[in-house]
């Protein structure tokens, strides 16, 4: 399905996207630049996933066994996203943040350094970097972790960006590309002889579209006129986190990401440039409850300080929570939305522990779709139809439905 082909005179836009997070924003962004109309609709509530997020671009620290064809996914977008955000900072005039000093995972004690090393393992069958360290040698990286941390990891292609900068410089370029944004709700894709028209607002009136996309993160299933069976495939996975600050006068903590495993349950903590820290996070089936509660922080603060008892000394700045986008398979939802869907329908959601590094080879993804291009291969198996009835894997999930997790306590 290309745009130009189904392009009606009289539609507002070549293409609607219903969410303004960074999926959809990257998918804007890049639809303008390929030409096309596009529109942002998103009630700007202020709470999108993409806010929240730690923004660590880790293809595989976070993949369970059984996972490849994810990790295949993951590996296109961790190489994609330099040079899309190189791309993005000049368009935008931003910077993104973007951090390539690599990730440090340290095991607190024997049993988790034994953890570790079965990712190890399985990092390496990937054909990534890993180099392993004993404890004085990742506090020579690190002066600031504990002097009982067991040994470690360098992870040297784990890297992060500030999701917040990053976020903002997509909502700049999207504007100077020309995309206009609409404060509001999608209630309802609209269609006519199997072709989508449009969208009806929440806040009243329509919107006429050639093209659709549900960008909405956790709240695309909301949205009315999806087919069966696509309505129900995304849930939210509640993750809270911490955001402290280096106070003035004392020297940055850390130079790279450090992850640690701590007694079986993993935390991490992302430098900013700017001196902030994120500390996060945990991984809560709680519908769109947002709220913070006393224990998450207690249990992130106690973890992070088992690691780098300098944690005690920062600033608290902010504790926030966000919903990840979950599926069945842990997988995103993108593509165009199949053959019980109209024609000019199309889902990019579901992106669920991914989405920051995911968001560019997704706008890519779409922004092919749009224009009658191929997307790439890695994308078949991430296509809407396996979840149509007759796919049979439309039945809710358990939190996590492949077997085999490599960490303990996924973010
Ligand atoms: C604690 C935590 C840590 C994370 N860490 C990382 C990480 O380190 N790396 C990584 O890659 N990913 C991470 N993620 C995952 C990542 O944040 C998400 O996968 C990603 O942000 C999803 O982006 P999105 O644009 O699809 O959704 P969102 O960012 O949630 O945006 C959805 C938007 O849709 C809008 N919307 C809702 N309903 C409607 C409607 N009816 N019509 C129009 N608009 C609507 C909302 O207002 C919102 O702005 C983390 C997530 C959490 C919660």
């Known amino acids: 399905m290309s745009v ?28 303008a630049v390929a030409g096309l109309r596009a529109v942002v609709v998103d009630p700007e509530r202020g709470n999108a996933a993409s806010l929240v997020a730690a923004g660590m671009l880790a293809p595989v620290s976070e993949s369970f066994f059984g996972e490849e064809a994810l990790l295949r996914l993951n590996l296109l977008a961790v190489r994609r996203f330099p040079a899309f955000a190189a791309e993005l900072e000049e368009a ?12 440090l995972a340290v095991a607190y004690d024997p049993d988790d350094h034994a953890a570790l090393k079965r990712l190890t393992v399985f990092r390496r069958d990937a054909g990534l970097g890993a180099e392993e360290l004993d404890g004085r040698a990742c506090r020579a990286l690190e002066p600031f972790l504990a002097p ?7 992870f040297p292609g784990d890297w992060s960006v500030d999701n917040r900068r990053y976020a903002a410089a997509l909502r700049r370029a999207a504007h100077l590309a020309g995309v206009r944004t609409v404060r509001d709700s999608v209630a309802e894709v609209l269609a006519a002889a199997g072709r989508v028209t449009g969208v009806r607002l929440a806040g009243g009136g329509t919107a006429a579209a050639a093209a659709v996309v549900i960008a909405a ?15 129900g495939v995304v849930r939210p996975v509640k993750g809270q986190l911490l955001r402290l600050r280096v106070p003035a006068g004392m020297p940055p903590v850390l130079s790279r990401t450090v992850r640690a495993l701590v007694r079986g349950t993993d935390v991490y ?18 519908g769109h409850d947002q709220t913070v509660t006393a224990g998450a922080v207690h249990d992130l603060l106690r973890d992070a300080q088992s690691v780098l ?4 000394e920062l600033i608290l700045a902010e504790t926030c929570a966000g919903l990840r986008p979950g599926t069945p398979d842990n997988g995103p939802v993108v593509g165009p939305a199949g053959p019980e869907g ?45 979840f149509l009835p007759a796919s049979g894997r439309t039945a809710p999930p358990g939190p996590h439905e492949a077997s085999g997790q490599v960490g303990v306590r996924p973010r």
């Open 4 to 31: 130009s082909a189904g392009l009606s005179a009289t539609a507002d836009a070549d293409v609607l996207v219903a969410g303004g997070g960074v999926i959809g924003t990257a998918i804007a962004w890049r639809a």
């Open 92 to 103: 935008a005039g931003q910077v993104t943040g973007l951090r390539r000093e690599g990730t």
């Open 148 to 154: 009982g941390v067991h040994g470690g990891v360098l």
């Open 217 to 231: 993160g956790s709240w695309s299933g909301g949205i009315a006129g999806l087919p069966g069976g696509l309505d």
């Open 269 to 286: 903590v992302v430098p900013r440039a700017d001196g902030e820290m994120i500390v996060g996070a945990t991984s809560e089936e709680r």
């Open 309 to 312: 008892p300098v944690t005690s």
């Open 342 to 386: 109209p024609d000019g329908l199309l889902l990019a959601t579901g992106h669920y522990r991914n989405g920051i590094l995911m968001s560019a080879v997704t706008a890519d993804a779409v922004a092919a779709h749009l224009t009658g291009r191929p997307a790439a291969a890695e994308w078949d198996p991430f296509r809407p139809q396996r």
